[in-house]
Protein backbone atom coordinates (compact mmCIF):
# COMPACT_ATOMS: atom_id res chain seq x y z
CA UNK A 1 0.00 0.00 0.00
CA UNK A 2 1.42 3.28 -1.01
CA UNK A 3 2.16 5.82 2.01
CA UNK A 4 2.57 9.67 1.87
CA UNK A 5 3.72 11.90 4.69
CA UNK A 6 2.27 15.14 4.86
CA UNK A 7 2.04 18.31 6.80
CA UNK A 8 -0.96 18.67 8.50
CA UNK A 9 -2.91 21.49 9.80
CA UNK A 10 -6.62 22.81 10.94
CA UNK A 11 -8.82 25.27 10.87
CA UNK A 12 -12.45 27.02 9.93
CA UNK A 13 -14.54 26.58 7.20
CA UNK A 14 -17.89 28.07 6.44
CA UNK A 15 -19.46 24.26 6.07
CA UNK A 16 -17.63 22.82 9.28
CA UNK A 17 -19.34 26.49 11.30
CA UNK A 18 -22.78 26.03 9.79
CA UNK A 19 -22.95 22.16 10.09
CA UNK A 20 -21.54 22.63 13.54
CA UNK A 21 -24.45 25.05 14.29
CA UNK A 22 -27.33 22.28 12.72
CA UNK A 23 -26.09 19.84 14.96
CA UNK A 24 -22.87 17.84 15.82
CA UNK A 25 -24.88 14.45 15.96
CA UNK A 26 -26.00 15.06 12.34
CA UNK A 27 -24.63 13.42 8.89
CA UNK A 28 -23.91 17.20 7.83
CA UNK A 29 -20.97 17.66 10.40
CA UNK A 30 -19.06 14.58 9.59
CA UNK A 31 -19.20 15.31 5.64
CA UNK A 32 -18.20 19.46 6.61
CA UNK A 33 -15.50 18.11 8.78
CA UNK A 34 -14.59 14.07 8.14
CA UNK A 35 -12.40 15.11 5.41
CA UNK A 36 -8.94 15.60 4.64
CA UNK A 37 -8.15 18.58 1.85
CA UNK A 38 -5.32 17.22 -0.23
CA UNK A 39 -3.21 19.24 -3.21
CA UNK A 40 -4.00 17.23 -6.33
CA UNK A 41 0.17 16.53 -6.86
CA UNK A 42 -0.14 14.64 -3.47
CA UNK A 43 -3.50 13.09 -4.46
CA UNK A 44 -1.60 11.62 -7.16
CA UNK A 45 1.46 10.73 -5.33
CA UNK A 46 -1.03 8.60 -3.29
CA UNK A 47 -2.53 6.83 -6.36
CA UNK A 48 -6.11 6.93 -5.50
CA UNK A 49 -8.98 8.65 -6.89
CA UNK A 50 -10.74 11.15 -4.73
CA UNK A 51 -13.01 11.40 -2.93
CA UNK A 52 -11.68 8.20 -1.39
CA UNK A 53 -11.67 6.79 2.55
CA UNK A 54 -7.84 7.61 4.20
CA UNK A 55 -6.12 6.83 7.13
CA UNK A 56 -4.18 9.72 8.60
CA UNK A 57 -1.73 8.53 11.72
CA UNK A 58 0.44 10.72 13.20
CA UNK A 59 2.72 10.19 16.22
CA UNK A 60 -0.27 11.00 18.80
CA UNK A 61 -3.27 8.79 16.83
CA UNK A 62 -5.06 7.89 13.69
CA UNK A 63 -8.01 8.37 12.27
CA UNK A 64 -10.06 7.86 8.73
CA UNK A 65 -11.34 10.43 6.78
CA UNK A 66 -12.57 11.07 3.48
CA UNK A 67 -9.88 12.46 0.92
CA UNK A 68 -10.73 15.60 -1.52
CA UNK A 69 -8.92 17.87 -3.63
CA UNK A 70 -7.79 21.00 -1.87
CA UNK A 71 -10.44 23.52 -2.10
CA UNK A 72 -7.91 26.32 -1.34
CA UNK A 73 -4.80 25.27 -2.98
CA UNK A 74 -2.52 24.61 -4.39
CA UNK A 75 -0.20 24.04 -1.50
CA UNK A 76 1.48 20.77 -2.07
CA UNK A 77 3.03 19.10 0.57
CA UNK A 78 0.00 20.53 3.24
CA UNK A 79 -2.83 18.59 4.15
CA UNK A 80 -5.89 20.17 5.80
CA UNK A 81 -8.73 18.80 8.01
CA UNK A 82 -11.32 21.55 9.34
CA UNK A 83 -11.27 21.56 13.36
CA UNK A 84 -13.53 19.03 14.75
CA UNK A 85 -13.07 16.00 16.33
CA UNK A 86 -11.36 14.18 13.11
CA UNK A 87 -8.39 16.71 12.81
CA UNK A 88 -8.11 16.02 16.82
CA UNK A 89 -7.66 12.67 16.94
CA UNK A 90 -4.16 13.04 15.11
CA UNK A 91 -3.15 16.80 15.96
CA UNK A 92 0.19 17.33 18.64
CA UNK A 93 -1.08 17.57 21.88
CA UNK A 94 1.53 19.00 22.94
CA UNK A 95 1.46 22.73 24.23
CA UNK A 96 5.36 23.61 24.92
CA UNK A 97 4.34 25.55 28.40
CA UNK A 98 2.09 27.92 26.34
CA UNK A 99 -1.13 26.09 26.94
CA UNK A 100 -1.80 25.99 23.34
CA UNK A 101 -1.81 22.90 22.22
CA UNK A 102 0.39 22.48 18.44
CA UNK A 103 -2.98 22.23 16.54
CA UNK A 104 -1.03 23.45 12.48
CA UNK A 105 1.98 21.80 11.83
CA UNK A 106 1.68 17.83 12.78
CA UNK A 107 3.22 15.75 10.63
CA UNK A 108 0.94 12.53 9.14
CA UNK A 109 1.35 9.60 7.44
CA UNK A 110 -1.90 9.28 4.49
CA UNK A 111 -2.80 5.94 3.32
CA UNK A 112 -5.79 3.99 1.39
CA UNK A 113 -8.33 3.07 3.54
CA UNK A 114 -11.32 2.23 1.02
CA UNK A 115 -12.52 -0.59 3.71
CA UNK A 116 -13.36 1.86 6.25
CA UNK A 117 -15.79 4.20 7.42
CA UNK A 118 -15.89 7.67 8.12
CA UNK A 119 -17.41 7.41 11.59
CA UNK A 120 -19.85 10.03 12.94
CA UNK A 121 -18.45 13.10 15.89
CA UNK A 122 -19.98 11.19 18.57
CA UNK A 123 -19.27 7.22 17.86
CA UNK A 124 -15.59 8.58 16.92
CA UNK A 125 -15.21 10.47 20.37
CA UNK A 126 -16.93 8.04 22.19
CA UNK A 127 -15.24 4.77 20.59
CA UNK A 128 -11.92 6.43 21.38
CA UNK A 129 -12.29 7.54 24.84
CA UNK A 130 -14.72 5.45 26.72
CA UNK A 131 -13.01 2.09 28.50
CA UNK A 132 -14.14 -0.92 27.06
CA UNK A 133 -15.52 0.15 23.92
CA UNK A 134 -13.53 -1.65 21.19
CA UNK A 135 -12.30 0.79 18.57
CA UNK B 1 -48.64 36.13 11.43
CA UNK B 2 -45.14 36.89 12.16
CA UNK B 3 -43.20 39.74 13.62
CA UNK B 4 -40.03 40.55 12.69
CA UNK B 5 -37.16 41.83 15.42
CA UNK B 6 -34.75 44.18 14.32
CA UNK B 7 -31.57 45.22 15.55
CA UNK B 8 -30.60 41.55 16.58
CA UNK B 9 -27.17 40.53 17.71
CA UNK B 10 -25.96 37.36 16.36
CA UNK B 11 -24.22 35.41 19.17
CA UNK B 12 -21.85 32.97 17.06
CA UNK B 13 -18.46 34.43 16.45
CA UNK B 14 -16.59 37.82 17.78
CA UNK B 15 -17.76 39.84 14.74
CA UNK B 16 -21.03 40.38 17.04
CA UNK B 17 -23.09 41.68 14.10
CA UNK B 18 -25.15 44.07 15.65
CA UNK B 19 -27.76 44.38 12.69
CA UNK B 20 -29.54 41.23 12.28
CA UNK B 21 -33.64 40.57 11.71
CA UNK B 22 -35.06 38.13 12.97
CA UNK B 23 -38.88 36.78 12.03
CA UNK B 24 -40.72 35.06 14.73
CA UNK B 25 -44.05 33.36 14.62
CA UNK B 26 -46.85 35.40 16.41
CA UNK B 27 -46.70 33.93 20.32
CA UNK B 28 -43.11 34.84 20.33
CA UNK B 29 -41.68 31.53 20.28
CA UNK B 30 -40.48 30.21 17.14
CA UNK B 31 -37.69 31.59 14.56
CA UNK B 32 -39.50 31.23 11.11
CA UNK B 33 -36.61 33.60 9.52
CA UNK B 34 -33.07 35.01 9.53
CA UNK B 35 -32.07 37.97 7.65
CA UNK B 36 -28.77 39.83 7.12
CA UNK B 37 -26.84 36.58 9.05
CA UNK B 38 -24.47 34.88 7.55
CA UNK B 39 -25.28 31.21 6.77
CA UNK B 40 -23.47 30.56 9.83
CA UNK B 41 -25.39 32.30 12.22
CA UNK B 42 -28.62 32.16 10.35
CA UNK B 43 -28.14 28.28 11.46
CA UNK B 44 -27.44 29.47 14.86
CA UNK B 45 -30.80 31.66 15.12
CA UNK B 46 -32.78 28.49 12.94
CA UNK B 47 -31.34 25.81 14.89
CA UNK B 48 -33.51 27.20 18.56
CA UNK B 49 -36.47 25.79 16.83
CA UNK B 50 -35.01 22.78 16.24
CA UNK B 51 -37.84 19.76 16.57
CA UNK B 52 -35.30 17.14 17.95
CA UNK B 53 -33.92 20.00 20.96
CA UNK B 54 -32.59 18.25 24.09
CA UNK B 55 -34.84 20.16 26.97
CA UNK B 56 -34.04 18.04 30.23
CA UNK B 57 -31.32 17.02 31.64
CA UNK B 58 -29.62 13.53 31.05
CA UNK B 59 -27.33 11.49 32.78
CA UNK B 60 -25.46 8.56 31.92
CA UNK B 61 -25.61 5.25 32.89
CA UNK B 62 -23.20 2.04 33.41
CA UNK B 63 -24.17 0.84 29.70
CA UNK B 64 -23.08 4.32 28.49
CA UNK B 65 -26.28 5.39 27.61
CA UNK B 66 -28.65 8.37 29.17
CA UNK B 67 -31.71 8.66 31.09
CA UNK B 68 -33.13 11.81 31.64
CA UNK B 69 -33.17 13.53 34.89
CA UNK B 70 -35.41 16.81 36.56
CA UNK B 71 -32.89 20.63 36.91
CA UNK B 72 -33.40 19.44 40.82
CA UNK B 73 -31.03 15.61 40.12
CA UNK B 74 -29.38 17.42 37.54
CA UNK B 75 -28.05 20.79 40.25
CA UNK B 76 -27.80 18.16 42.94
CA UNK B 77 -25.40 16.47 41.35
CA UNK B 78 -23.57 19.06 39.93
CA UNK B 79 -22.99 21.09 42.88
CA UNK B 80 -21.55 17.53 44.89
CA UNK B 81 -19.10 16.85 41.75
CA UNK B 82 -17.94 20.50 42.22
CA UNK B 83 -17.86 20.58 46.22
CA UNK B 84 -16.63 17.13 46.59
CA UNK B 85 -13.31 17.82 44.26
CA UNK B 86 -10.14 18.79 44.94
CA UNK B 87 -9.34 20.68 41.97
CA UNK B 88 -12.23 21.04 39.43
CA UNK B 89 -11.69 22.64 35.96
CA UNK B 90 -14.22 24.69 34.52
CA UNK B 91 -13.62 25.16 31.36
CA UNK B 92 -15.79 26.90 28.64
CA UNK B 93 -17.51 30.76 29.02
CA UNK B 94 -17.18 31.83 25.63
CA UNK B 95 -20.47 31.19 24.77
CA UNK B 96 -22.25 32.32 27.60
CA UNK B 97 -23.17 36.14 29.13
CA UNK B 98 -20.75 37.98 31.18
CA UNK B 99 -23.41 37.40 33.85
CA UNK B 100 -23.27 34.16 33.43
CA UNK B 101 -19.72 34.13 33.67
CA UNK B 102 -19.37 36.17 37.26
CA UNK B 103 -22.04 33.76 38.68
CA UNK B 104 -19.32 30.66 37.81
CA UNK B 105 -16.78 32.36 39.16
CA UNK B 106 -18.56 32.68 42.92
CA UNK B 107 -18.66 28.92 42.30
CA UNK B 108 -15.14 28.44 41.26
CA UNK B 109 -13.96 30.61 44.50
CA UNK B 110 -15.74 28.54 46.54
CA UNK B 111 -14.45 24.98 45.14
CA UNK B 112 -10.90 26.28 44.46
CA UNK B 113 -11.22 25.35 41.05
CA UNK B 114 -9.17 26.33 37.71
CA UNK B 115 -11.55 28.67 35.70
CA UNK B 116 -10.39 28.43 31.65
CA UNK B 117 -11.72 29.71 28.56
CA UNK B 118 -11.76 28.78 25.03
CA UNK B 119 -8.94 31.26 24.63
CA UNK B 120 -6.37 28.49 25.55
CA UNK B 121 -6.92 26.69 22.28
CA UNK B 122 -7.28 29.95 20.08
CA UNK B 123 -5.93 33.27 21.25
CA UNK B 124 -4.18 32.28 24.56
CA UNK B 125 -0.92 32.69 22.98
CA UNK B 126 -2.23 36.06 22.23
CA UNK B 127 -2.92 36.80 25.56
CA UNK B 128 0.65 36.31 26.93
CA UNK B 129 2.15 38.13 23.81
CA UNK B 130 0.10 41.21 24.69
CA UNK B 131 1.09 40.83 28.52
CA UNK B 132 4.61 40.73 27.33
CA UNK B 133 4.90 43.38 24.85
CA UNK B 134 1.52 45.50 24.93
CA UNK B 135 -0.96 46.22 22.42
CA UNK B 136 -1.38 48.76 20.22
CA UNK B 137 -5.07 48.19 19.09
CA UNK B 138 -8.52 50.41 17.99
CA UNK B 139 -12.01 49.22 17.31
CA UNK B 140 -13.65 47.95 14.24
CA UNK B 141 -15.41 51.42 13.72
CA UNK B 142 -12.15 52.94 13.22
CA UNK B 143 -11.09 50.79 10.64
CA UNK B 144 -14.13 50.91 8.97
CA UNK B 145 -13.84 54.33 8.93
CA UNK B 146 -10.23 54.90 8.52
CA UNK B 147 -8.13 51.81 7.83
CA UNK B 148 -6.51 51.82 4.38
CA UNK B 149 -4.26 49.15 4.79
CA UNK B 150 -5.99 45.63 5.72
CA UNK B 151 -3.22 43.04 6.69
CA UNK B 152 -5.11 39.57 7.24
CA UNK B 153 -2.30 37.27 9.13
CA UNK B 154 -2.85 33.39 9.33
CA UNK B 155 -6.54 33.85 9.29
CA UNK B 156 -9.24 33.56 6.81
CA UNK B 157 -12.44 35.64 7.77
CA UNK B 158 -14.23 34.88 4.23
CA UNK B 159 -15.20 31.22 6.69
CA UNK B 160 -14.60 32.34 10.47
CA UNK B 161 -15.69 35.57 10.59
CA UNK B 162 -18.08 35.82 7.17
CA UNK B 163 -18.97 39.55 7.23
CA UNK B 164 -15.89 41.04 8.83
CA UNK B 165 -14.93 42.05 5.60
CA UNK B 166 -18.44 43.38 4.36
CA UNK B 167 -19.12 44.96 7.82
CA UNK B 168 -15.98 46.11 8.65
CA UNK B 169 -12.73 45.59 7.18
CA UNK B 170 -12.67 45.93 3.33
CA UNK B 171 -16.14 46.75 1.88
CA UNK B 172 -17.93 49.13 3.45
CA UNK B 173 -17.09 53.23 2.94
CA UNK B 174 -16.76 54.74 6.03
CA UNK B 175 -16.09 58.40 6.87
CA UNK B 176 -13.14 58.68 5.78
CA UNK B 177 -12.48 55.81 3.56
CA UNK B 178 -15.08 56.90 1.12
CA UNK B 179 -14.18 54.45 -2.15
CA UNK B 180 -15.24 51.33 0.48
CA UNK B 181 -12.65 48.26 -0.89
CA UNK B 182 -11.40 50.55 -3.89
CA UNK B 183 -9.44 52.85 -1.54
CA UNK B 184 -8.08 49.88 0.35
CA UNK B 185 -5.19 47.98 -0.37
CA UNK B 186 -5.39 43.84 0.97
CA UNK B 187 -2.68 41.92 1.93
CA UNK B 188 -3.17 38.56 3.16
CA UNK B 189 -0.24 35.68 4.45
CA UNK B 190 -1.16 32.43 4.89
CA UNK B 191 0.29 29.20 3.76
CA UNK B 192 -3.12 28.46 1.70
CA UNK B 193 -4.95 30.05 -1.56
CA UNK B 194 -7.55 30.67 1.04
CA UNK B 195 -11.26 32.78 -0.09
CA UNK B 196 -9.98 35.50 1.93
CA UNK B 197 -6.12 35.52 -0.33
CA UNK B 198 -7.98 34.87 -3.84
CA UNK B 199 -9.64 38.74 -3.13
CA UNK B 200 -6.00 40.32 -1.85
CA UNK B 201 -4.01 42.75 -3.24
CA UNK B 202 -0.81 40.49 -2.14
CA UNK B 203 -0.82 37.02 -1.39
CA UNK B 204 2.10 36.24 0.72
CA UNK B 205 1.92 32.46 0.58
CA UNK B 206 4.04 31.70 3.18
CA UNK B 207 5.90 28.21 4.53
CA UNK B 208 3.79 26.62 7.11
CA UNK B 209 4.55 27.46 10.55
CA UNK B 210 7.67 30.25 9.03
CA UNK B 211 5.29 33.10 10.44
CA UNK B 212 8.25 34.49 12.73
CA UNK B 213 10.92 34.32 9.82
CA UNK B 214 8.43 36.15 7.80
CA UNK B 215 7.18 39.21 10.30
CA UNK B 216 10.97 39.52 10.86
CA UNK B 217 11.94 39.67 7.19
CA UNK B 218 9.22 42.47 6.88
CA UNK B 219 10.65 44.08 10.31
CA UNK B 220 14.09 44.29 8.12
CA UNK B 221 12.43 45.38 4.99
CA UNK B 222 10.72 48.39 6.43
CA UNK B 223 13.98 49.61 7.77
CA UNK B 224 15.10 49.43 3.90
CA UNK B 225 17.76 46.56 5.53
CA UNK B 226 19.32 43.73 3.53
CA UNK B 227 17.35 40.34 3.39
CA UNK B 228 18.34 36.87 1.73
CA UNK B 229 16.63 36.44 -1.42
CA UNK B 230 13.97 33.62 -0.22
CA UNK B 231 12.64 33.82 3.52
CA UNK B 232 9.70 31.77 4.11
CA UNK B 233 9.58 30.64 0.74
CA UNK B 234 9.03 33.90 -0.09
CA UNK B 235 11.59 36.39 -2.78
CA UNK B 236 12.43 38.93 -1.01
CA UNK B 237 11.82 41.52 -4.03
CA UNK B 238 7.89 40.44 -2.80
CA UNK B 239 8.30 41.25 1.04
CA UNK B 240 10.04 44.62 0.11
CA UNK B 241 7.17 44.99 -1.44
CA UNK B 242 4.42 44.21 0.78
CA UNK B 243 6.66 46.23 3.08
CA UNK B 244 6.24 49.68 1.23
CA UNK B 245 2.66 48.92 0.38
CA UNK B 246 1.95 48.79 4.51
CA UNK B 247 4.39 51.78 4.79
CA UNK B 248 2.30 53.91 2.04
CA UNK B 249 -1.30 53.89 4.25
CA UNK B 250 -2.69 56.11 6.44
CA UNK B 251 -3.85 54.05 8.51
CA UNK B 252 -2.93 49.91 8.91
CA UNK B 253 -4.05 47.57 10.56
CA UNK B 254 -2.93 43.48 11.11
CA UNK B 255 -5.38 41.12 11.77
CA UNK B 256 -4.45 37.65 12.99
CA UNK B 257 -5.94 34.39 13.99
CA UNK B 258 -5.03 31.00 14.49
CA UNK B 259 -2.30 30.28 11.92
CA UNK B 260 -0.49 32.01 14.25
CA UNK B 261 -1.50 31.31 17.37
CA UNK B 262 -1.48 27.82 16.69
CA UNK B 263 1.47 27.36 14.88
CA UNK B 264 4.97 26.67 16.71
CA UNK B 265 6.45 29.90 18.09
CA UNK B 266 3.38 30.70 19.37
CA UNK B 267 3.18 33.90 21.34
CA UNK B 268 6.50 34.47 20.07
CA UNK B 269 5.23 35.27 16.73
CA UNK B 270 2.52 37.14 18.06
CA UNK B 271 5.12 39.28 19.89
CA UNK B 272 7.10 39.76 16.60
CA UNK B 273 3.81 41.24 15.16
CA UNK B 274 2.92 43.67 17.77
CA UNK B 275 6.74 44.65 17.43
CA UNK B 276 6.10 44.87 12.78
CA UNK B 277 3.12 47.02 13.71
CA UNK B 278 5.16 49.02 16.38
CA UNK B 279 7.62 49.60 13.56
CA UNK B 280 5.31 50.65 11.16
CA UNK B 281 4.31 53.23 13.63
CA UNK B 282 7.27 54.86 12.69
CA UNK B 283 6.20 55.78 9.12
CA UNK B 284 2.27 55.59 9.25
CA UNK B 285 -0.84 54.71 11.59
CA UNK B 286 -1.29 51.08 12.66
CA UNK B 287 -2.96 48.82 14.87
CA UNK B 288 -3.45 44.75 15.13
CA UNK B 289 -6.12 43.08 16.37
CA UNK B 290 -7.14 39.16 17.33
CA UNK B 291 -9.44 37.87 14.85
CA UNK B 292 -11.32 36.07 18.00
CA UNK B 293 -13.57 33.08 17.89
CA UNK B 294 -16.67 32.69 20.20
CA UNK B 295 -18.90 35.64 20.54
CA UNK B 296 -17.99 36.34 23.73
CA UNK B 297 -14.39 35.12 24.46
CA UNK B 298 -12.99 38.19 24.48
CA UNK B 299 -15.56 38.69 27.59
CA UNK B 300 -14.88 35.94 29.15
CA UNK B 301 -11.44 37.21 29.47
CA UNK B 302 -12.58 40.71 30.84
CA UNK B 303 -14.93 39.20 33.30
CA UNK B 304 -11.79 37.20 34.37
CA UNK B 305 -9.60 40.05 34.33
CA UNK B 306 -11.40 42.60 36.25
CA UNK B 307 -12.05 39.76 39.36
CA UNK B 308 -8.73 38.33 39.60
CA UNK B 309 -6.36 40.13 37.01
CA UNK B 310 -5.31 37.35 34.85
CA UNK B 311 -7.51 36.65 30.98
CA UNK B 312 -8.02 33.02 31.02
CA UNK B 313 -6.88 30.13 33.56
CA UNK B 314 -6.93 31.21 36.29
CA UNK B 315 -6.25 28.90 39.35
CA UNK B 316 -8.34 29.41 42.12
CA UNK B 317 -7.61 26.22 44.11
CA UNK B 318 -5.27 27.88 46.70
CA UNK B 319 -7.39 30.56 47.21
CA UNK B 320 -5.89 33.39 45.92
CA UNK B 321 -5.27 34.04 41.96
CA UNK B 322 -2.90 32.35 40.38
CA UNK B 323 -2.00 32.11 36.07
CA UNK B 324 0.59 30.16 34.57
CA UNK B 325 0.01 28.81 31.44
CA UNK B 326 1.33 25.51 30.38
CA UNK B 327 0.74 24.90 33.99
CA UNK B 328 -3.00 25.99 34.62
CA UNK B 329 -4.02 25.86 31.41
CA UNK B 330 -6.67 23.21 30.21
CA UNK B 331 -5.18 20.41 28.19
CA UNK B 332 -1.79 20.67 30.81
CA UNK B 333 -4.02 19.97 33.54
CA UNK B 334 -5.58 17.16 31.81
CA UNK B 335 -2.98 15.81 30.07
CA UNK B 336 -1.24 15.84 33.26
CA UNK B 337 -3.64 14.67 34.99
CA UNK B 338 -4.04 17.30 37.82
CA UNK B 339 -7.88 18.03 38.04
CA UNK B 340 -10.68 15.89 39.51
CA UNK B 341 -13.50 16.89 38.01
CA UNK B 342 -14.32 18.69 34.57
CA UNK B 343 -17.49 21.19 34.46
CA UNK B 344 -17.78 22.39 30.86
CA UNK B 345 -19.91 25.37 29.87
CA UNK B 346 -20.64 27.16 26.38
CA UNK B 347 -17.85 25.21 24.64
CA UNK B 348 -16.83 21.88 23.08
CA UNK B 349 -13.84 20.65 23.82
CA UNK B 350 -15.20 16.67 22.82
CA UNK B 351 -15.10 18.49 19.75
CA UNK B 352 -12.09 20.80 19.76
CA UNK B 353 -9.05 19.77 22.71
CA UNK B 354 -6.66 17.08 21.27
CA UNK B 355 -7.87 13.73 21.84
CA UNK B 356 -6.11 12.85 24.49
CA UNK B 357 -7.04 15.81 26.84
CA UNK B 358 -10.31 14.36 26.00
CA UNK B 359 -10.14 11.01 26.96
CA UNK B 360 -9.47 12.39 30.52
CA UNK B 361 -12.77 14.26 30.65
CA UNK B 362 -14.26 11.46 29.66
CA UNK B 363 -12.88 9.63 32.83
CA UNK B 364 -13.95 11.60 35.58
CA UNK B 365 -16.48 13.33 37.06
CA UNK B 366 -17.71 15.61 34.28
CA UNK B 367 -21.03 17.85 33.87
CA UNK B 368 -21.36 19.64 30.61
CA UNK B 369 -24.31 22.78 29.92
CA UNK B 370 -24.75 23.17 26.40
CA UNK B 371 -28.17 24.03 24.38
CA UNK B 372 -27.01 21.28 21.62
CA UNK B 373 -25.64 17.45 21.54
CA UNK B 374 -22.24 17.61 21.52
CA UNK B 375 -19.46 15.23 21.68
CA UNK B 376 -18.94 16.66 25.16
CA UNK B 377 -22.32 15.85 26.39
CA UNK B 378 -21.93 12.52 24.99
CA UNK B 379 -19.03 11.57 27.01
CA UNK B 380 -19.80 13.70 29.92
CA UNK B 381 -21.48 12.23 32.93
CA UNK B 382 -24.29 14.94 33.44
CA UNK B 383 -25.31 16.93 30.24
CA UNK B 384 -27.89 19.70 31.59
CA UNK B 385 -29.31 21.76 28.23
CA UNK B 386 -29.79 25.56 28.78
CA UNK B 387 -31.45 28.78 27.25
CA UNK B 388 -29.47 30.16 24.07
CA UNK B 389 -27.86 33.24 25.23
CA UNK B 390 -28.45 35.73 22.36
CA UNK B 391 -31.77 33.82 21.04
CA UNK B 392 -33.77 33.03 24.17
CA UNK B 393 -31.95 35.11 26.77
CA UNK B 394 -29.82 38.52 26.91
CA UNK B 395 -26.85 39.59 28.27
CA UNK B 396 -23.80 41.29 27.77
CA UNK B 397 -21.14 40.12 25.75
CA UNK B 398 -18.13 41.46 23.96
CA UNK B 399 -17.00 41.67 20.92
CA UNK B 400 -13.51 40.86 19.18
CA UNK B 401 -12.06 45.01 19.63
CA UNK B 402 -13.29 44.74 23.27
CA UNK B 403 -16.50 46.46 22.61
CA UNK B 404 -19.51 44.87 24.99
CA UNK B 405 -22.59 44.81 23.67
CA UNK B 406 -25.81 43.55 24.88
CA UNK B 407 -27.43 40.98 23.05
CA UNK B 408 -30.67 40.45 22.69
CA UNK B 409 -33.47 38.18 23.30
CA UNK B 410 -35.65 37.49 20.50
CA UNK B 411 -37.53 33.91 21.66
CA UNK B 412 -39.06 32.43 24.58
CA UNK B 413 -36.64 29.67 25.32
CA UNK B 414 -38.80 26.00 25.14
CA UNK B 415 -40.93 25.69 28.44
CA UNK B 416 -39.25 25.04 31.48
CA UNK B 417 -35.87 25.02 30.70
CA UNK B 418 -33.32 27.03 32.56
CA UNK B 419 -30.45 29.42 31.61
CA UNK B 420 -27.23 29.51 32.27
CA UNK B 421 -27.30 31.98 34.92
CA UNK B 422 -30.23 30.60 36.52
CA UNK B 423 -28.59 26.76 36.49
CA UNK B 424 -24.90 28.69 37.54
CA UNK B 425 -27.26 30.21 40.80
CA UNK B 426 -29.07 27.12 41.96
CA UNK B 427 -25.46 25.17 42.02
CA UNK B 428 -23.98 27.92 43.86
CA UNK B 429 -26.73 27.62 46.54
CA UNK B 430 -26.62 24.34 46.73
CA UNK B 431 -22.46 24.29 46.62
CA UNK B 432 -23.10 26.82 49.58
CA UNK B 433 -24.88 24.43 51.79
CA UNK B 434 -22.42 21.76 51.01
CA UNK B 435 -19.33 23.65 51.97
CA UNK B 436 -21.11 24.51 55.12
CA UNK B 437 -21.84 20.94 56.17
CA UNK B 438 -18.10 19.96 54.99
CA UNK B 439 -17.04 22.81 57.33
CA UNK B 440 -18.85 22.11 60.19
CA UNK B 441 -17.85 18.28 59.45
CA UNK B 442 -14.41 18.88 59.40
CA UNK B 443 -14.54 21.10 62.47
CA UNK B 444 -16.23 18.40 64.33
CA UNK B 445 -13.54 15.80 63.49
CA UNK B 446 -10.75 18.28 64.82
CA UNK B 447 -12.57 18.51 67.95
CA UNK B 448 -12.77 14.91 68.45
CA UNK B 449 -9.51 14.73 68.21
CA UNK B 450 -8.23 17.68 69.97
CA UNK B 451 -10.68 16.17 72.73
S1 LIG C 1 -20.11 37.26 10.77
FE1 LIG C 1 -20.19 36.29 12.77
S2 LIG C 1 -21.45 37.65 14.02
FE2 LIG C 1 -21.79 38.21 11.87
S3 LIG C 1 -23.59 37.05 11.23
FE3 LIG C 1 -21.82 35.79 10.70
S4 LIG C 1 -21.46 34.46 12.49
FE4 LIG C 1 -22.83 36.12 13.12
Redesign the interface.
Known amino acids: MPKIKL ?1 L ?1 S ?4 Q ?3 S ?6 KPAYREACGIIEMDPADVKRLGIWVPANVRVTSP ?2 SVVVKAIN ?1 T ?4 PG ?1 A ?1 IP ?3 WA ?2 V ?3 N ?11 TPVEVEPAEMEKVLG ?2 E ?3 S ?4 G ?1 VK | MTKLVTDVICP ?2 GTLCDDLEIEVSDDGKKVTGVYNA ?3 GA ?2 FL ?1 SA ?1 A ?1 RVTRPRMQQAD ?1 SYKEVSYDEAVEYAARVLANAKKPLMYGWSSTSCEAQSKGHEIAELVGAVVDNTA ?2 CH ?2 TL ?1 ALQDVGIPSCTLGEIKNRADRILFWGC ?1 P ?3 H ?1 RHMSRYSIFPRGFFTGKGHKGRKMIVVD ?5 T ?1 KLADVHL ?1 VE ?2 RDYELLSALRVAIRGNKLPDVVAGIRKERIYEAADLLKSGRFGIIFFG ?2 V ?4 G ?2 HNIDEAIMLTKDLNDYTKFSIMAMR ?1 HYNVTGSGEVLGWQYGYP ?2 VDLSRGFARYN ?3 T ?4 LL ?1 RGEVDAVFVIGS ?1 P ?10 K ?3 LPSVAVDP ?4 TT ?2 SKLHVPVAFVGVEVAGCCYRMDNVPIESRKVVEPPEGMLTDEEFLERVLQRVKELKAEQGAAAAAAKGKVTA
Open positions: NIGRTIQGVMEGGKEYGAMGPHVFMGPNQVDPTYSTGMPTFKGSILVQTTRKV | FCCAIEKHADGTVGSINAHAPPRVTDAQQGMGTQSLKNGFCPGESSNDVDGAHFPISSVRIAEHITPEI
